[in-house]
């Protein structure tokens, strides 16, 4: 069941459009100031960040897909190698199946192939209330070596899903004891409809270390969930949802607005370095991207290190062309402009 359901996943987002009807991340309301001075080398421009106590040699999150089938295995396998090459961060996909049934662990065991890049191990918070425990947690993140562990948040998905975990009642403090009993960081992820800055205060209080705000722009769960459902009430339910959600670009200002310390993943929607550059601009520390490598995992592990050398790239220009040589320099800069009268 699991597994056909991942399987369903990854078919579809490869498949059908999937993507908001109208609503937007928002980024396409700013514009960055040109800089027709920038008083820079472009070599000299510097995408390191410190990210969790460790270094990426860029601000990039290949975020969460998938795992628990061969397909995905092949997936979390090319992207873990492209990771580890580059130096940038990855998630693997809710690793419930895998606990579940331990014959499907090493569809995400990419540690091997990536003994040095950040990974980031993943359940669902909901599961929190469904017998799961801290120990739950503990072999997740120690069934992939982890440097941290995301908690994800799905109230909606899990909603329109006709086997969907809807229980999410006094949740906050079973994160805390997680928070608690784990010695890697926790990061609180949405799956595509963001975060406000009341959930984002209480979950920093209860001990969480980041915040993937995954806002709505990009992948609309509720539209995955609309082609896999099995009724025509199912459908109805989930299409109705299409456009619900946080623009990843308000999610964003929100959580700085709730912590202006806290590292913030941006993601939802990004689809090139220049949008990685407004989220960093608006107060993020780094982006997230999942569909483009998704499509890019399954040609090849170079058409995924194509797709994250153009988003570096594409970064590094935008920085240079408003004259910041630091992603630091970029988190405060003042040339990130929302156009008016929209």
Not at 126 to 131: E, I
Not at 154 to 163: G, H, I, R
Not at 276 to 299: D, N
């Amino acid at each position: 069941m699991h597994e056909q359901r991942k399987l369903d996943h990854i078919r579809i987002n490869l498949e059908e459009d999937v993507n908001f009807r109208h609503l937007t991340t928002g980024l396409e309301n700013y514009h960055f100031l040109h800089q027709a001075l920038p008083e820079l080398d472009l070599t000299e421009v510097d995408l390191s960040i410190s990210f969790l106590g460790k270094t990426l040699k860029a601000p990039l999150l290949i975020s969460s897909m998938t795992g628990g089938t061969e397909q995905a295995q092949l997936i979390n396998r090319t992207l873990a190698e492209a990771a580890e090459l580059t130096g940038i961060a990855m998630g693997v996909g809710s690793q419930r199946a895998a606990l579940e049934d331990p014959f499907l662990a090493d569809t995400f065991q990419v540690r091997p192939v990536a003994p040095t890049a950040v990974l980031l191990a993943n359940l669902g918070a909901v599961q929190l209330n469904y017998g799961y425990t801290a120990e739950h947690c503990q072999r997740a993140v120690d069934m992939i070596e982890a440097d941290a562990l995301i908690l994800h948040f799905n109230a909606l998905q899990e909603a329109v899903q006709p086997e969907g975990n809807t229980n999410f009642s006094a949740l906050l403090v079973k994160i805390e004891q997680v928070c608690q009993a784990l010695p890697v960081p926790v990061i609180a992820k949405e799956v595509g409809w963001g975060f406000s800055e009341d959930a984002v205060r209480r979950l920093v209080e209860a001990g969480v270390a980041a915040i993937d705000v995954a806002g709505a722009g990009g992948t609309s769960w509720t539209q995955v969930e609309m082609y896999r459902a099995n009724s025509e009430i199912r459908r109805r339910v989930a299409a109705t949802f299409v456009d619900w959600g946080i623009p990843t670009s308000e999610a964003i200002v929100a959580a700085r607005r709730a912590n202006p310390n806290l590292p913030i993943i941006a993601s939802g929607g990004l689809r090139n370095g220049l949008d990685i550059a407004k989220c960093i601009a608006l107060g993020a520390t780094l982006g997230g991207m999942a569909g483009p490598f998704l499509k890019a995992a399954v040609k090849s592990l170079q058409a995924v290190l194509d797709e994250i050398e153009i988003a570096k790239t594409e970064l590094a220009i935008t920085m240079f062309a408003i004259g910041v040589d630091s992603v630091f320099a970029l988190q405060h800069t003042d040339r990130l402009i929302k156009r008016s009268g929209l």
